[in-house]
Structures are given as C-alpha cells and as structure tokens.
T-cell receptor, first 109, second 115 residues
Framework: SQQGEEDPQALSIQEGENATMNCSYK?????LQWYRQNSGRGLVHLIL?????REKHSGRLRVTLDTSKKSSSLLITASRAADTASYFC?????????FGPGTSLSVIP | DTGVSQNPRHKITKRGQNVTFRCDPI?????LYWYRQTLGQGPEFLTY????????KSRLLSDRFSAERPKGSFSTLEIQRTEQGDSAMYLC?????????????FGPGTRLTVT
C-alpha cells in the first residue's frame, strides 16, 4: 500500500522541547506531505517534499525524506502549546495523496 | 473568506435516508477531492475531480455513494440509503493540478451522524 504509517501514535512533551514524528511507506512516491489537524482549524497543510529532495525547512518545521528507506520525519523545534494537534503524513503520486493514521501530539505548558 | 466551504456542517439522519453534501472549492482550483474521516484515523480518499471530470473513485466506495461536479466549480456528494457505518466526517479539499504534486486546501467538513 502507498499509505504512510506514522510513529509514534501519540507523543506528549513539555513546551519548549522538540517533537519528532516519523512516517514510513511501502511504494514509490512522487511527493510526501505533512498536515496538521486540530479542532479549531481543521486540516492544514504544513510542508511538501518531493521525491528528489532530502530536506526542507519551514519556520520551526524540518522535514526529511529518505526514499531508499521509504521514510520521512517531521521535527518541530521549540514546541508551543498551540502545536497540540494530530499530524498526518500523506504520500502522493501525481494526482492524489493517501493519508496515514496520524500522530497525536500533546504539548504541555 | 476565499477558502473551501462545506455545507451543511452537521447532518443527523435516520438510517435508510439519503443525504447530500455540498463543497465549494477555492475558485481558481481545478481539482476537488472528497475524503471520509472517522475518529482516530486519517482522511480516507473517496474520489476526486479535475474540472468536471471524475477521474478516480475509491474501490472501497460503495455504489450508494455518488459525487458530481457539474460545472467544474462546486461539488456534491450524495449517500443513498444511509447506514450507521456511514457516520463520519466528510471532508472536501481543492488544489491546482501540478506534476510534482501540490498542497490541498481543506474545508471544515460535514459531520454525518446516522441514527
């Protein structure tokens, strides 16, 4: 299946700490995307990394992609209480993406 | 607000009834996607359109589900003869079409409860 699988399923950290989430998938992909979902804002796109890229940054977010291992990681640095949400990786080909089950992140103030 | 909108936001229906949801995408987006999400899971792909053409429908999707995008703008998702297992959040997203893949913009969803 192309579907990504996030790890861990749940993560609880103190405010200010870094949070790392991983995503593994099984088939070749064109791109991999990370989304965040909380009750207040719904699903929001965070970052897209293409299969020929290895690392991307956006603000406090850092995403890596290792196509040889079929895995990606999302690092959130200096976490804030507002980062509390579910994070999903979505593996994409040219026309659609398939979402994994997500990682639930709790940032404790 | 020029984001993706969905109506209604909540729908409660009795088993066996038909329901229809509407999605209005971002106006310049030619792709529109429907997903279903249950508690604790990621969004599950249902179908997508490029302009008015329905390009793919999930093999997991029952024939009780049908979607249209008649003029390449808004879309409707109809569920006929609803079952309790249809209870879920139905999400719509839109995007531009691009070879390398692009981000999708999601609406707030329609929460369906089948009693």
């Amino acid at each position: 299946s192309q579907q990504g699988e996030e790890d861990p399923q749940a993560l609880s950290i103190q405010e200010g700490e870094n949070a790392t989430m991983n995503c593994s998938y099984k088939t070749s992909i064109n791109n991999l995307q990370w989304y965040r979902q909380n009750s207040g804002r719904g699903l929001v796109h965070l970052i897209l990394i293409r299969s020929n890229e290895r690392e991307k940054h956006s603000g406090r977010l850092r995403v890596t992609l290792d196509t040889s291992k079929k895995s990606s990681s999302l690092l959130i640095t200096a976490s804030r209480a507002a980062d509390t949400a579910s994070y999903f990786c979505a593996t994409g080909n040219y026309d659609k993406v398939i979402f994994g089950p997500g990682t639930s992140l709790s940032v404790i103030p | 607000d020029t984001g993706v909108s969905q109506n209604p936001r909540h729908k409660i229906t009795k088993r066996g009834q038909n329901v229809t949801f509407r999605c209005d995408p971002i106006s310049e987006h030619n792709r529109l996607y429907w997903y279903r999400q249950t508690l604790g899971q990621g969004p599950e792909f249902l179908t997508y359109f490029q302009n008015e053409a329905q390009l793919e429908k999930s093999r997991l999707l029952s024939d009780r589900f049908s979607a249209e995008r008649p003029k390449g703008s808004f879309s409707t998702l109809e569920i006929q003869r609803t079952e309790q297992g249809d209870s879920a959040m139905y999400l719509c997203a839109s995007s531009l079409a691009a070879p390398g893949g692009v981000e999708q913009y999601f609406g707030p969803g329609t929460r369906l409860t089948v009693t």
